[in-house]
């Protein structure tokens, strides 16, 4: 079993800054990578930002130059850094890993999402 928290978030004017958190609990043999998509209405889910194990980091294109994305391999958390933001950043913003698993049959890896987490960025 696996607890995805989330935190941060809220309302911001464009410009402005905000800061989101994720960590990951529960029998983890490791988190394969960790990151951020977001869903504005009436839009699919996209990609933000991820990190894998490696450090390997990921951004859409919309985002770079703005957010930061960094992770924290003891703590099983990763953390958004968001800057300059736009009212176009507004969404709900959802934290995603891929966690691997001890179970009976060896080692398998699993995908969880976090429960969501409102940005809003007004004009």
């Known amino acids: 079993q696996v607890h995805m928290v989330e935190s941060g978030g809220g309302l911001v004017q464009a410009g402005g800054s905000l800061r989101l958190s994720c960590a990951a609990s529960g029998s983890i043999l490791s988190i394969n990578t960790m990151g951020w998509h977001r869903q504005a209405p009436g839009k699919q889910r996209e990609l933000v930002a991820s990190i894998a194990s490696g450090g390997t980091t990921n951004y859409a294109d919309s985002v770079k130059g703005r957010f930061t994305i960094s992770g924290d391999g003891a703590k099983n958390t990763v953390v958004l850094q968001m800057n300059s933001l736009k009212p176009e950043d507004t969404a709900v913003y959802y934290c995603?890993?891929?966690?691997?698993?001890?179970?009976?049959?060896?080692?398998?890896?699993?995908?969880?999402w976090g429960q969501g987490t409102q940005v809003t960025v007004s004009s």
């Open positions: 995603h890993a891929d966690i691997t698993l001890p179970t009976a049959w060896g080692p398998k890896s699993y995908s969880y």
